[in-house]
């Protein structure tokens, strides 16, 4: 099965601060991925996709950067909020589904 | 416009029963997906239908089986509960098959 990780489970940033979240992916042919956000008992929220063709996609505060040469996916949230704390993961395409990381948590501190 | 609607939001089951669990999709959604959220994973892959038929079934066992319907609702049905399968339950709706999902807020399945 498809394996995608994330560098870090925890992290800890200064409400103002720009925030990056990495992931990890291992099949090759992956072409499609998103990012989500999921908040204490809530279901994930779609934050931003991207598609194997681009190398950067902006939306309102965020940026996804992927390195197909590595492998790696990345979130950057900028001028990060306490709204922003939550857990993150990626998903990459795979067939009829997406594989989910285990997921990066985000605190921010006020 | 409501989002993707889950019922119920909570259940709690005894080892050995059956659930079903319920969603209906965003309006104009035709693809369904279910996925299992065990506390502190990410989720995982159950089923995936568009169109009322079966796209893709995850790594789960036959206990685990789902529908959908005209309408594009969906349901979930698993047999002979295990506590391992306490778990949140989430479906998540798109109008393309492998496109970006909009999630339900789940159904928090508690066996005891």
């Known amino acids: 099965g498809e394996s995608v990780g994330l560098h870090l489970p925890t992290l800890s940033v200064q409400e103002g601060d720009n925030s990056i979240i990495n992931c990890a992916y291992s099949n090759s042919a992956s072409d499609y991925f998103i990012w989500y956000k999921q908040e204490s008992g809530k279901g994930p929220q779609f934050i931003i996709d991207i598609r194997s063709n681009m190398d950067k996609r902006q939306g309102q505060r965020v940026t996804v950067l992927l390195n197909k040469t590595v492998k790696h996916l990345s979130l950057q949230i900028a001028a990060t909020q306490p709204g922003d704390s939550a857990v993150y993961f990626c998903a990459e395409n795979g067939g009829n589904q997406f594989y989910f990381g285990t997921g990066t948590s985000l605190t921010v501190i006020p | 416009d409501a989002g993707v609607t889950q019922s119920p939001t909570h259940l709690i089951k005894t080892r050995g029963q059956q659930v079903t669990l319920r969603c209906s999709p965003i309006s104009g959604h035709k693809s369904v997906s279910w996925y299992q959220q065990v506390l502190g994973q990410g989720p995982q892959f159950i089923f995936q239908?568009?169109?009322?038929?079966?796209?893709g079934r995850g790594n789960f066992p036959d206990r685990f089986s789902a529908r959908q319907f005209p309408n594009y609702s969906s349901e979930l049905n698993v047999n002979a509960l295990l506590l391992g399968d306490s778990a949140l339950y989430l479906c998540?709706?798109?109008?393309?098959?492998?496109?970006?999902?909009?999630f339900g807020s789940g159904t928090r399945l508690t066996v005891v």
């Open positions: 998540a709706s798109s109008d393309r098959v492998n496109y970006g999902y909009t």
């Open positions: 239908y568009y169109e009322k038929e079966e796209r």
